[in-house]
């Protein structure tokens, strides 16, 4: 099938980015493994996927690659967790595939023993994925929509595929299978996070265009919105190995899942001066106290300049404006780093300065303030003390 744009080889540019986020722990060797997935059911280790032959893939056959790529079985013949996105890889062209297989074939080898895992009674039973393979995963290619233009086929073959946007923005059943239709997209917590709602479901305070989705996916922000940040920040870097082009077929494929206009109304930059305007609620000194402390130096235009300033009003991010408080907690705890995407902007974590009281105070400040239309968050104290919980 002919996935890429005319004048480019399918194959030609790899998403090798794709791999490297699950597959690296901090500090540690490019793709040799070891990184933790907290599931309800246990804690799961990614493998090592660097040509090592005793501990890495380095004895795979090609066709023992794209089995575990297209349908989740392991050399050995053991399934896979799907905590592995073989269901999105699945979707991945073969030229596509066999470049990935000689890219990270040519990798250098590192010697990384695969941890064990720790997952309890019956989730450690790998021959239960077998059924749930038979009801859940459609290891059937991508075929392009011949009544869709070449940029949206492109667009949907990166993100159904390789960029496995659904892995971590679509909600899943309670088998832990994702879930389509309507429900594409619409949003789900993942590792203490949130990943927004990419359809119509939206949140943003300001509506995301195509133009927006671009900055944000190619730059790692968007005037508008704010920040690339927590696991969505490897997610840029991986996206910085692609051509302009697929980025643009990513955006403009994202645009139309939410019903986005291509570039951002003109009356949205008004809209969003007069949002970020709003001023304290009234009631919450303890918030307004810790708020005017720490953050404000950073986060109110008082025509200051300053080098290390926010870009974006809070106001204008979508966290802010969510049903869950979760990403908003997080980057209270652990603060905002642009070591996966260089120019975004940091800031300092707060978890050894405030208590979890003063998090949840600071937090429900924060809604009140730039998010005056929305509910007020509920149960803040738990949430924080489960986001804070070490794993
Ligand atoms: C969302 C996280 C995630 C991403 C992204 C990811 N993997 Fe994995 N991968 C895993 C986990 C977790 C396992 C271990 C699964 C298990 O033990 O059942 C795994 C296992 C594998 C295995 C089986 C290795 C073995 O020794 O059995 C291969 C091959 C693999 N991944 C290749 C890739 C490639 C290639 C990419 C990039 C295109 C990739 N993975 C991206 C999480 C991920
Ligand atoms: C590993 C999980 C993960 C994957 C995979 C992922 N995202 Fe995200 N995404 C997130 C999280 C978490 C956020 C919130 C980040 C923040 O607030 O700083 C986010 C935020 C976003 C936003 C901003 C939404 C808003 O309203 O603020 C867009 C747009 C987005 N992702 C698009 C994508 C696309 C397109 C893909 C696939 C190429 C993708 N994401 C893959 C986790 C993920
Ligand atoms: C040293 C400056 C600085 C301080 C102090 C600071 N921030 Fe930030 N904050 C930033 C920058 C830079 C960003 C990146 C976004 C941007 O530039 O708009 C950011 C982003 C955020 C985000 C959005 C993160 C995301 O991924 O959506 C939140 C929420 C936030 N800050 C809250 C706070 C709170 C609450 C405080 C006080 C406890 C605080 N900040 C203190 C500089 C700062």
Redesign the pocket.
């Given at each position: 099938a002919e996935t890429g744009p005319a004048g480019q080889e399918a194959g030609e540019r790899l998403f090798e980015g794709a791999c490297a986020a699950c597959h690296t722990v901090a500090g540690g060797a490019t793709n040799a493994g070891g990184h933790a997935f907290d599931t309800p059911f246990g804690t799961l280790y990614s493998t090592n996927i660097t040509p090592d032959e005793a501990t890495g893939i380095g004895r795979w056959s090609y066709a023992a690659f794209e089995r575990a790529m297209r349908q989740g079985i392991g050399r050995d013949g053991r399934h896979l967790y799907p905590a592995f996105p073989y269901t999105a890889f699945a979707k991945t062209s073969d030229a596509d595939l066999q470049a990935l297989y000689a890219y990270l074939m040519a990798q250098p080898a590192v010697s990384a023993p695969p941890r064990d895992n720790a997952l309890s009674f019956p989730f450690n039973q790998r021959a239960l994925i077998a059924p749930w393979n038979a009801l859940y995963h459609d290891p059937t290619p991508f075929t392009p929509d011949p009544a869709q233009s070449e940029l949206y086929n492109r667009g949907a073959y990166l993100a159904e595929g390789l960029g496995h946007c659904s892995a971590c923005h679509s909600p899943r059943n309670a088998m832990g299978a994702e879930q389509g239709g309507e429900r594409y997209l619409a949003g789900a917590l993942v590792d203490g996070w949130e990943a927004p709602a990419l359809n119509t479901l939206s949140r943003a305070p300001i509506p995301w265009s195509e133009g927006a989705l671009f900055d944000y996916l190619r730059t790692g922000r968007a005037d508008l919105h704010?920040?690339a940040?927590?696991p969505m920040a490897p997610v840029v870097a991986g996206l910085a190995e692609l051509p302009e082009y697929d980025v643009r077929a990513i955006a403009h494929y994202v645009a139309r899942q939410m019903d986005a206009p291509v570039q951002d109304d003109p009356a949205s930059a008004v809209a969003s001066e007069r949002l970020a305007a709003e001023t304290g609620p009234a009631g919450q000194e303890a918030g307004e106290r810790l708020?005017e402390g720490?953050?404000a130096?950073?986060?109110v235009d008082n025509g200051v300049p300053g080098f290390?300033?926010?870009?974006?009003s809070?106001a204008l991010?979508t966290?802010l404006h969510s049903d869950h408080p979760d990403?908003?907690i997080q980057?209270?705890l652990g603060g905002?780093h642009d070591s996966a995407v260089p120019g975004?902007?940091?800031?300092?974590g707060?978890a050894d300065s405030f208590s979890n009281t003063q998090v949840a105070t600071?937090a429900a400040y924060?809604r009140a303030r730039f998010a005056p239309e929305a509910q007020p968050w509920q149960q803040l104290e738990q949430r924080v003390a489960e986001i804070r919980r070490p794993h």
């Open positions: 704010g920040v940040s927590g708020f720490a953050c130096a950073c986060h290390t300033k926010a870009s974006t809070l991010n966290n990403n908003v980057s209270i905002v975004t902007g940091s800031m300092p707060f600071l924060l």
